[in-house]
């Protein structure tokens, strides 16, 4: 508690609602004295003015900074100590070149409050120079107690309470401005359950960590981000020895078409290069997704998949408008982004399926209920028989229900998908249409990677060739389909 010759300091609270709750009472006992609540920077100014006040704001990013400055510029020499949390480690430099005072924040107010402590210390010699002399009053005769109207026996005098003041009041009601003034319309933050106290005979009290959060596949995978920045350091020359995303970019670079390089680096080029160089990007993560794929009988985060595969489908998509528009020269090399971004939107789609499968069968055999098994008397027999327990099969059984109603399901499912695919009419069985803009040749590629009948080609390539149009192979069992050269007869739109 300060002394009753410390300074009275008019303190500000400013910023989140989570962090004025968490300083309203540590600061109250500190200062002997209700901080005011504000939101920002511009309310703390409008409460708070004069080298006798000082600020304690979070630092939420660069619109604090530009509140933290005009705090300085306009507050009469008021005083300012940012709260910074880890992510924002960065400012601090910014921060000190201006004066301001730095404390850590992390949630708990002891950072702030060993901040303030320095503040108040620093501020109190001053203060105490600058303090007009006190002159001390004599002592007042103490007037002599009045006589007893009766006689009472001999004693000591009783002993007169000392007033004391009452405490501070750290109710929300007692501040000047509240904070749900400061903070319209937000949730009330979570209370930290409270510390526990150590023990009276000394030594230390455990207090388990939390559990760390479980993630699950292909959630912990490469971002779009770190991707970008592997393929960059290694197409620089500067990848990280022992990285293993740098390595993994390392081949991902060494596979990589001219075309690819170029949209990687700064140079120009005849078309947008931010399509290829996403789809080099895409196929880093998906890499990544396969190195870390974890063993069967593991759970999936089925919202990390459908997102993995909302980013190939957007890819996919860019690309396909690029090649409507490529000149004739760089087409071919689009043409191979784009065919190598299929078969890995075809490869990670098969793998989470598979994966997904070993974790569902896995799930069922955990959840079979181990049912007590009662004893009975059949027959009585003079050689000893081992025990032969039904437990463990019927566990077997219940699992292998289990995997097969889940497989049927799956059947069901990818049979509705494989029908609700569009193709051209003749096109060999199991190849699906790509979806590509009005104009563009058409790709026909192969589901599960199965290479189509050589005789349905034929035939296909016959039929095409009859309309106008020319079938040509692709990697990977892939066909195109384009008009066929001028000079030949043309046909209807395939």
Same mark, same amino acid.
Request: glycine fraction near 10%; hydrophobic fraction near 45%.
């Given at each position: 508690m300060p002394s009753s010759s410390s300074p009275t300091t008019e303190a500000v609270v400013a910023g989140s609602k989570a962090f004025a709750v968490a300083l309203l009472a540590p600061v109250t006992t500190r200062l002997g004295t209700r901080p005011r609540i504000a939101a920002d920077a511009a309310q703390a100014l409008s409460l708070c003015r004069g080298p006798g006040g000082l600020v304690v704001i979070e630092f939420q990013g660069e619109g604090s900074l530009a509140g933290i400055e005009r705090l300085l510029r306009d507050g009469g020499g008021l005083r300012v100590l940012a709260a910074l949390a880890p992510e924002h480690a960065a400012a601090e &430099?910014?921060?000190? +070149?201006?004066?301001? %005072?730095?404390?850590?924040? !992390?949630?708990?107010?002891?950072?702030?409050?060993? &901040?303030? %402590?320095?503040?108040?210390?620093g501020a109190a010699p001053a203060a105490a120079a600058s303090a007009a002399p006190v002159v001390k009053p004599p002592p007042l005769?103490?007037?002599?107690?009045?006589?007893?109207?009766?006689?009472?026996?001999?004693?000591?005098?009783? /002993?007169?309470? #000392? +007033?004391?003041?009452?405490?501070?009041?750290?109710?929300?009601? +007692?501040?000047?401005?509240?904070?749900? !003034?400061?903070?319209?319309?937000?949730?009330?933050?979570?209370? &930290?359950?409270? #510390?526990? %106290?150590?023990?009276?005979?000394?030594?230390? $009290? *455990?207090v388990p960590p939390p559990p760390a959060a479980r993630v699950l596949w292909p959630a912990q995978s490469a971002s779009a981000a770190d991707a970008q920045a592997a393929l960059e350091r290694v197409a620089s020359g500067a990848a990280r020895p022992g990285d293993a995303? !740098?390595?993994?970019?390392?081949?991902?670079?060494?596979?990589?078409? %001219?075309?690819e390089r170029a949209a990687l680096g700064d140079g120009p080029m005849a078309l947008d290069p931010g399509p290829i160089r996403s789809a080099a990007v895409m196929r880093l993560r998906v890499a990544s997704a396969r190195a870390s794929a974890p063993a069967g009988g593991s759970e999936v985060d089925g919202a990390a998949v459908q997102a993995m595969l909302a980013d190939l489908d957007a890819t996919l998509a860019a690309v396909n408008g690029l090649a409507a528009g490529a000149p004739p020269d760089l087409?071919?090399?689009?043409?191979? $982004?784009?065919? &190598?971004?299929?078969r890995e939107a075809i490869d990670f789609s098969d793998l989470a399926q598979r994966i997904a499968s070993a974790g569902a069968v896995a799930a069922t055999a955990a959840r079979a209920p181990a049912r007590p098994v009662q004893a009975r008397v059949i027959a009585v027999s003079a050689e000893p028989r081992p025990r032969r327990s039904w437990v463990p099969w019927a566990l077997l059984v219940i699992a292998a229900l289990?995997?097969?109603?889940?497989?049927?399901? =799956?059947?069901?499912?990818?049979? =509705? *998908? $494989?029908?609700? /695919? #569009?193709?051209?009419p003749g096109a060999p069985e199991g190849m699906m249409l790509v979806p590509a803009p009005p104009g563009a040749p058409?790709?026909?590629?192969?589901?599960?990677? #199965?290479?189509?009948?050589?005789?349905?080609?034929?035939?296909?390539?016959?039929l095409q060739q009859a309309r106008g149009y020319e079938v040509r192979e692709i990697a990977g069992g892939?066909?195109?389909?384009?008009?066929a050269p001028v000079g030949s007869s043309g046909g209807s739109t395939p």
């Amino acid at each position: 508690m300060p002394s009753s010759s410390s300074p009275t300091t008019e303190a500000v609270v400013a910023g989140s609602k989570a962090f004025a709750v968490a300083l309203l009472a540590p600061v109250t006992t500190r200062l002997g004295t209700r901080p005011r609540i504000a939101a920002d920077a511009a309310q703390a100014l409008s409460l708070c003015r004069g080298p006798g006040g000082l600020v304690v704001i979070e630092f939420q990013g660069e619109g604090s900074l530009a509140g933290i400055e005009r705090l300085l510029r306009d507050g009469g020499g008021l005083r300012v100590l940012a709260a910074l949390a880890p992510e924002h480690a960065a400012a601090e &430099a910014p921060l000190r +070149a201006l004066g301001v %005072e730095l404390a850590r924040w !992390d949630g708990r107010p002891d950072g702030v409050l060993g &901040a303030i %402590e320095r503040m108040v210390r620093g501020a109190a010699p001053a203060a105490a120079a600058s303090a007009a002399p006190v002159v001390k009053p004599p002592p007042l005769a103490v007037p002599p107690p009045p006589p007893s109207p009766s006689p009472s026996p001999a004693g000591p005098p009783p /002993l007169a309470r #000392k +007033a004391t003041a009452p405490p501070p009041d750290l109710s929300f009601e +007692a501040f000047d401005v509240s904070v749900d !003034d400061a903070f319209p319309g937000e949730p009330p933050a979570p209370v &930290a359950p409270p #510390k526990p %106290e150590p023990p009276r005979g000394g030594g230390t $009290v *455990y207090v388990p960590p939390p559990p760390a959060a479980r993630v699950l596949w292909p959630a912990q995978s490469a971002s779009a981000a770190d991707a970008q920045a592997a393929l960059e350091r290694v197409a620089s020359g500067a990848a990280r020895p022992g990285d293993a995303l !740098d390595g993994l970019a390392a081949g991902i670079a060494g596979g990589l078409s %001219e075309l690819e390089r170029a949209a990687l680096g700064d140079g120009p080029m005849a078309l947008d290069p931010g399509p290829i160089r996403s789809a080099a990007v895409m196929r880093l993560r998906v890499a990544s997704a396969r190195a870390s794929a974890p063993a069967g009988g593991s759970e999936v985060d089925g919202a990390a998949v459908q997102a993995m595969l909302a980013d190939l489908d957007a890819t996919l998509a860019a690309v396909n408008g690029l090649a409507a528009g490529a000149p004739p020269d760089l087409l071919p090399g689009v043409e191979a $982004v784009r065919n &190598a971004l299929v078969r890995e939107a075809i490869d990670f789609s098969d793998l989470a399926q598979r994966i997904a499968s070993a974790g569902a069968v896995a799930a069922t055999a955990a959840r079979a209920p181990a049912r007590p098994v009662q004893a009975r008397v059949i027959a009585v027999s003079a050689e000893p028989r081992p025990r032969r327990s039904w437990v463990p099969w019927a566990l077997l059984v219940i699992a292998a229900l289990g995997a097969a109603g889940y497989h049927g399901w =799956r059947y069901q499912q990818r049979q =509705r *998908y $494989v029908a609700s /695919l #569009k193709t051209l009419p003749g096109a060999p069985e199991g190849m699906m249409l790509v979806p590509a803009p009005p104009g563009a040749p058409q790709l026909l590629v192969p589901l599960g990677g #199965k290479r189509p009948d050589a005789a349905q080609v034929e035939r296909f390539r016959a039929l095409q060739q009859a309309r106008g149009y020319e079938v040509r192979e692709i990697a990977g069992g892939g066909l195109e389909v384009r008009p066929a050269p001028v000079g030949s007869s043309g046909g209807s739109t395939p």
